[in-house]
């Protein structure tokens, strides 16, 4: 009997082994899903970045440009 009860830990721990396995999947791609759209929210912080960068750029060169009295 203990061939058998041994048999039957096994199987045991091989389906508690495959339903932590199936957990984890779910949990690495809630993950995979999260990062996806951190990445997307970082790259459209970093256009208005950009883009703010752009017009004070625009305004430094407006103000150093020598203008002609009239």
Known sequence: MSALGDA???LKDVVLMQER????RSEQKR???DVGGL?????AVDKRVIR???MI???ERQ???P????
Do not use: F, P, W
């Open 21 to 24: 396995l199936d957990v984890m």
């Open 31 to 33: 993950i995979a899903d």
């Open 63 to 65: 103000s150093a440009q």
């Open 57 to 59: 750029e625009m305004t």
């Open 67 to 70: 203008r002609i009295g009239r």
């Open 39 to 43: 990445n997307a929210y970082v790259l």
């Open 52 to 54: 703010i960068e752009t």
């Open 8 to 10: 039957l830990k096994a």
